[in-house]
């Protein structure tokens, strides 16, 4: 109770930091504002000018910035569609914003649109882009991302596989399962038996090892 207190209170004077014209500057794109202040996003991890056409952030998410070099020095990247620096920003460095949020994300429903909207591009151009730098589509990398998580699951836990595949962010457990074995070439449970076993082997292995240094 008192760490979430804590939290609610950090929120709530953040909040209050933002003068309100700054605020509303922000939710209605005004480019009057622009150059004047920037402001980042911590669950994105990006900062825009106040004229960024994307999609108005939670006001508890966001920090002012009276300079771009401030916001860069917070570790916060610029946008890559209202190019907050004036600079274009390269693509290996979206992508990694892009993959960054997938990562910290991928139990979430995520869409193409929803990642452009919150990396700030175009869905066609993040696309496109994300499948050169990285060589599989942002589909495929979530896809791998949630088995990968699966398979941590499977391995050091004894949650179901209903349990785990919702825990992933794929609540369908048929196609769950059907995303698993196509990626790993077994099912969730023969993958957890077969790991047991392994398990139990070596387990009888040091076993058998020691019961023989005993005899010697």
Known sequence: MGRDADQTEIKRRKNEEIPEEKWQAIVSNDAAYDFRFFYGVSTTGIFCRPSCKSRPPNKENVQIFQH??????ARFRPCKRCKPTGEKLPDQEWVIQITDYIDHHFREKLSLEHLADVCHGSPFHLQRTFKRVQGISPVEYIQRK?????IRLL?????????IAAGVGIPNVPYFITLFKKITGQTPIEFR??????????????????????QK
């Open 193 to 214: 038996q077969i790991r047991q076993h392994g398990a139990a082997l070596e387990v009888h292995i040091h076993e058998y090892e020691h019961d023989q240094g005993k």
């Open 155 to 163: 391995t050091q836990t004894d949650e179901s596989i209903t349990e």
């Open 146 to 150: 949630r088995i990968q998580e699966a």
């Open 68 to 73: 771009a070099d401030e916001a860069l020095a």
